[in-house]
């Protein structure tokens, strides 16, 4: 089975703080992804990486960072963080590029900004 | 993306079919069809796609329509542990965009 593992299922920091999550996954999946998720909104991409050291900007990147040094493991970053940056947050990953895509997500770490 | 069209919420006896429908008239000829589930509380799982053909695993059914304009995922004995919200996704490379989905309720 494919697994996704977030460091933290909640977290809890306040504003102004630089705020690490990390993702790993064990499938050598060659893709990764970062997601959020608010009532009403859906999930909204952030970031998503194709490969080490590579990154691509997802529809909402503002505020946020990412970091994929080694192929399993990639990490988002905010950088200061606010309030408006409470969320769940989702990591996802797969190993199909191009046509058809299947990704599987972590459990999610709920993040809230004091 | 092609944009999809499906119910806010059903309800479904336990042991029961439970057929989900998704209108997505707006495909185009290289757009998979994908659905994916979200349980209370924890991330999207994946369940099933196609592009052309009926597709079977051992989670559900996936019912394409001969135009492509609509399809239904088929639960084929829905349990309790299968309420959870359900999205209908169209994809051409790698984005995935969710909508609002439709909430399962099942019910015994």
């Known amino acids: 089975d494919v697994k996704v593992t977030q460091s933290s299922r909640y977290l809890v920091k306040r504003t102004g703080e630089k705020v690490f999550l990390e993702c790993v996954q064990d499938?050598?999946?060659?893709?990764m992804f970062w997601y959020r998720q608010d009532p009403g909104l859906g999930l909204r991409l952030i970031y998503f990486?194709?490969?080490?050291?590579?990154?691509e900007k997802g529809d909402i990147p503002e505020g946020y960072s990412v970091s994929r040094e080694k192929k399993e493991r990639f990490s988002l970053i905010l950088e200061s963080a606010s309030t408006n940056q409470t969320s769940m947050y989702l990591c996802a990953s797969s190993w199909d590029r191009g046509r058809g895509e299947t990704q599987y997500f972590g459990p999610g770490t709920r993040l809230l900004v004091l | 993306d092609a944009k999809t069209t499906q119910p806010t919420s059903m309800d479904c006896a336990e042991g029961r079919a439970a057929n989900l429908p998704c209108n997505h008239s707006t495909i185009s000829g290289n757009e998979y069809v994908y659905w994916y589930r979200q349980i209370h509380s924890q991330g999207p799982q994946y369940i099933i796609h196609g592009l052309k053909n009926n597709e079977t695993n051992e989670m559900a059914s996936l019912i394409i329509t001969e135009d492509r304009k609509s399809s239904t995922l088929i639960l084929p004995h829905a349990t309790l542990r299968d309420t959870a919200v359900y999205y209908c996704?169209?994809?051409?490379?790698?984005?995935?965009?969710f909508g609002a989905g439709t909430i399962l309720r099942v019910k015994s």
């Open positions: 990486s194709y490969d080490v050291k590579m990154k």
């Open positions: 499938m050598d999946h060659e893709n």
């Open positions: 996704i169209v994809l051409y490379g790698n984005k995935l965009v």
